[in-house]
């Protein structure tokens, strides 16, 4: 899972590791929203997550874990609704070509891929339309 340390990255390797019996090869250049799935020996899904902190657009790793994995689901995106206003092309880049090498390792191993795009393609950020107290807010 590319993109494991976000938004919706962290509540899917939360919800995977809690209710599947499937082990998570989580990728992200943070791990703070996923710190509590990753101690060693504390929790019943212990060696069933493991993380690297990688960045897609310049790592020789990418290639080896994506062969690792049965499924990549790529949720890895500039998620701030300033950047498409303030710095689009950039914004663009970073989202779409810098996907590129994925479904370019994903195609050449033969490999399934989940790509997600970002809530800003509606404006909005998903935060602003839940309440406060929602566990997810």
């Known amino acids: 899972m590319i993109g494991a340390g976000g938004f919706i990255g962290s509540h899917l390797c939360e919800k995977l590791m809690m209710e599947t019996p499937q082990k998570v090869l989580a990728l992200d250049v943070y791990n703070e929203k996923i710190k509590h799935l990753l101690e060693p020996d504390t929790v019943e899904w212990s060696g069933r997550i493991q993380f690297h902190r990688i960045n897609i657009k310049h790592d020789s790793r990418l290639e080896g874990l994506?062969?690792?994995?049965?499924?990549?689901?790529?949720?890895?995106?500039?998620?701030?609704?300033?950047?498409?206003n303030t710095l689009p092309l950039e914004t663009i880049y970073n989202n779409f070509i810098d996907a590129r090498p994925v479904v370019k390792y994903c195609s050449?191993?033969?490999?399934?891929?989940?790509?997600?795009?970002?809530?800003?393609?509606?404006?909005k950020t998903t935060?602003?339309?839940?309440?406060?107290?929602?566990p997810l807010a």
């Open 66 to 84: 994506i062969k690792m994995a049965d499924l990549t689901i790529h949720l890895a995106v500039i998620c701030t609704p300033a950047d498409y």
């Open 108 to 123: 050449e191993n033969n490999k399934r891929l989940i790509h997600f795009s970002t809530c800003e393609v509606y404006g």
């Open 127 to 134: 935060g602003s339309f839940l309440p406060k107290d929602h």
